[in-house]
């Protein structure tokens, strides 16, 4: 099966492919509390045209993902933020590109492949499906279809929530161990 994997991390990618990654801390980011409100139905922050332009660019990665604040020790999206009990949305815009090196895009299947610690949620365009595993637990790798016809110049809007567990006793902090997006003939 021909496939090409593109790393998410690689500032060199993120810069091809003219994006960033986004990250708002909170259920629902700029909320008192974290957002969190008793019966709330649901976090706006998981939608495509959410506006997630004041929140955080991790832009503190170079050349062979190490963090420049941290003497290469937190890599961007690696980076342990917060602690005890904690939500937050990690968010990127990933327009697909024509080839990568000899592969061509157009019409393969594309999916988003991530580990999350400790709990995970990954949401594209605003949609989850139960079926290809975009809500999983403690440490589990999650890995999404993006699309299943992929067409060159598309935009997808990746969000991720992440949650500190275990819930009754929170140990640590939130992070993402890493973010790959695949694509398969």
Same mark, same amino acid.
């Given at each position: 099966?021909? !496939?090409?994997? =593109?790393?998410?991390?690689?500032?060199? *990618?993120?810069?091809? =492919? +003219?994006?960033?990654?986004?990250?708002?801390?909170?259920?629902?980011?700029?909320?008192?509390? $974290?957002?969190? #409100?008793?019966?709330?139905?649901?976090?706006?922050?998981?939608?495509?045209?959410?506006?997630?332009?004041?929140?955080? *660019?991790?832009?503190?990665?170079? %050349?062979?993902?190490?963090?420049?604040?941290?003497?290469?020790?937190?890599?961007?999206?690696? !980076?342990?933020?917060?602690?005890?009990?904690?939500?937050?949305?990690?968010?990127?815009?990933?327009?697909?590109?024509?080839?990568? +090196?000899?592969?061509?895009?157009? +019409?393969?299947?594309?999916?988003?492949?991530?580990?999350?610690?400790?709990?995970?949620?990954?949401? *594209?365009?605003?949609?989850?499906?139960?079926?290809?595993?975009?809500?999983?637990?403690?440490? #589990?790798?999650?890995?999404?279809?993006?699309?299943?016809?992929?067409?060159?110049?598309?935009?997808? *809007?990746? %969000?991720?929530? %992440? #949650?500190?567990?275990?819930?009754?006793?929170?140990?640590?902090?939130?992070?993402?161990?890493?973010? =790959?997006?695949?694509? $398969? !003939?």
């Amino acid at each position: 099966m021909p !496939k090409a994997t =593109l790393d998410l991390e690689d500032p060199i *990618v993120l810069q091809q =492919l +003219g994006t960033e990654w986004r990250f708002g801390s909170g259920w629902e980011p700029g909320r008192p509390n $974290e957002g969190l #409100v008793s019966q709330l139905a649901g976090s706006s922050a998981r939608e495509p045209d959410y506006d997630d332009s004041g929140w955080e *660019v991790i832009d503190d990665v170079e %050349a062979g993902g190490k963090d420049k604040a941290a003497g290469g020790d937190n890599p961007g999206i690696r !980076k342990t933020r917060s602690t005890g009990l904690t939500f937050g949305w990690y968010r990127i815009r990933v327009t697909l590109p024509e080839t990568i +090196g000899n592969f061509n895009v157009e +019409g393969s299947e594309v999916w988003f492949e991530s580990n999350i610690d400790d709990y995970g949620e990954i949401w *594209v365009d605003g949609e989850w499906d139960r079926d290809a595993g975009a809500v999983n637990g403690f440490n #589990v790798t999650n890995r999404v279809r993006i699309s299943d016809d992929a067409r060159p110049g598309n935009t997808h *809007v990746i %969000a991720c929530l %992440a #949650v500190n567990g275990p819930l009754a006793r929170p140990g640590g902090g939130i992070f993402m161990r890493y973010a =790959l997006l695949e694509f $398969e !003939k």
